[in-house]
């Protein structure tokens, strides 16, 4: 992995400035991933990948020009700078447009610098033996545990220099249950860690995952339709978060089509909700120290008992709209807990469903989503009463933000989030 991240950005600068720019950034982000696979049951494959890009962009007389790469040899990065200006010459003037100012130095580090590769193959032989045992009828497709180490640095021609370093293992398993003709649908489970002190099954959701895939060998088919409950499973709620996050940035706060556009400050969800963006967190072996628009990152409050608190704009979002800029870029997500156990939401629910994974489109302007809920549970009168095969859900994303009734006490911690289980009413369920 490339040693002298800071003077390549800095030869980055100045081949831009060289080239007529007002303004000039640059962004280098080199990695190093060991990869140990298992396929069809089988540990495969340790390999070790390397990856370099470059992200340079220039801004002259309010235009702006980018061009990335991935080799940063002199020849190359004078060859982009001068892309870059011709890029620059051909867009459109924008005011908009700008760097970070300056700023003092900073650097970071989080997270192991190299991998145990022993313990790393030790713990995925130890998940292999331990499915085995407890899931028989569980197939596993694919399974990956890697290592990962990132570089970053971020330069700009206001002086400003950011350096992050960050060590995390990731492990994603995939996988199917066969028992006899029947089998489940294909689901999978995700975590990154900043160690291996645990059974890799122990992190995140993992193990509840694949016990479900063996009772979803057994799923049903549901017909009809009703007006009832989602309970989100952590995951799930991630997704519906990162979709409310998506109406808080720059696009849809530009445009003015944010449902959010005039809410800051004032209620968007239940009371019992607070949602933050912890990117530089301790807590979480993912997040990052660098926003994409060249500051420090910092902890940002998007949702506070159910009011508001900021949006989630760049700064060309914040220059363009007049509105104030996130001190972070989004991700990282962290959602308070709640006041009632698991069970408690569960014995809540008179009909609904218990969805575990939603596959769906990003929603309409004014909020709409509809898509599948892929590896759920029909729920009647308290109690979970059967895998149901891919039912349709429908709603209005304010709406189910306003609809939240319970929270969970507990909560998943997947390395890239902290989630508990929320339950909110008011959605559309309908199968065959």
């Known amino acids: 992995m490339m040693d002298d991240l800071a003077g390549r950005a800095a030869f980055c ?3 831009m400035k060289d080239e007529g720019l007002d303004r000039a950034e640059c962004v280098l982000r080199a990695s190093r991933t060991h990869e140990l696979n298992l396929d069809a049951g089988e540990i495969s494959l340790l390999r070790t990948t390397e990856d370099i890009s470059l992200s340079m962009t220039g801004i002259l007389d309010g235009r702006e020009g980018t ?5 940063t040899d002199d020849a190359s ?3 982009a700078a001068a892309v870059t200006m011709l890029n620059a010459c051909a867009s459109e003037p924008d005011t908009a447009n700008d760097i970070s100012p300056a700023q003092p130095p900073a650097s970071f580090d989080k997270g192991p610098e190299e991998p145990d590769l022993e313990t790393m193959y030790d713990r995925m032989r130890e998940f292999l033996d331990r499915t085995r045992r ?8 694919q399974v990956i545990l890697d290592f990962t180490s990132v570089r970053k640095h971020y330069a700009n021609s206001n002086g400003v220099d950011l350096a992050s370093r960050r060590g995390f293992y990731s492990f994603s398993p995939m996988f199917t249950s066969k028992e006899g003709a029947d089998t489940s649908s294909f689901n999978y489970a995700g975590v990154s860690m900043s160690g291996l002190d645990r059974e890799l099954h122990l992190y995140g959701t ?6 479900e895939s063996t009772e979803q060998v057994r799923s049903r088919e549901f017909s ?33 089509t944010s449902i959010f556009r005039d809410s800051l400050g004032t209620p968007v969800a239940s009371p019992g909700l607070t949602v933050r963006s912890r990117p530089s967190w301790e807590g979480l072996a993912q997040g990052y120290f ?6 420090t990152a910092g902890d940002t409050t998007i949702i506070e008992d159910g009011v508001l608190r900021s949006f989630m704009l760049s700064l060309y979002g914040s220059n363009k709209t007049g509105k104030d800029r996130s001190a972070s870029s989004g991700g990282a997500l962290v959602v308070e807990p709640g006041e009632s156990s698991y069970r408690e939401l569960v014995s809540s629910v008179k009909r609904g469903i218990l969805i575990c994974r939603f596959s769906g489109g990003m929603p309409s302007e004014n909020g709409d989503f509809s898509g599948v809920a892929k590896n759920s549970y029909y ?12 039912v349709m859900v429908s709603g209005n994303l304010r709406s189910l933000l306003k609809e939240i009734r319970g929270i969970s006490r507990e909560r998943v911690d997947s390395g890239d989030s902290i989630m508990p289980w929320v339950l909110a009413g008011g959605v559309t369920v309908f199968g065959k």
């Open 13 to 15: 600068i100045r081949s």
């Open 67 to 71: 061009t990335s790469i991935n080799r």
């Open 77 to 79: 990065i004078l060859e």
């Open 134 to 141: 407890a899931y028989p009828s569980l197939i596993l497709e």
């Open 206 to 211: 993992i193990d509840d995952r694949m016990r």
């Open 224 to 256: 009809g339709k009703f007006t009832g409950d989602l309970l989100m499973t952590p995951e799930c709620l991630e997704d519906f978060m990162d979709m409310t996050c998506m109406y808080l940035s720059d696009y849809p706060m530009i445009k003015g």
């Open 290 to 295: 660098i926003t994409p628009d060249g500051f």
């Open 379 to 390: 729920m009647e009168d308290g109690k979970i009463a059967y895998p149901v095969r891919e």
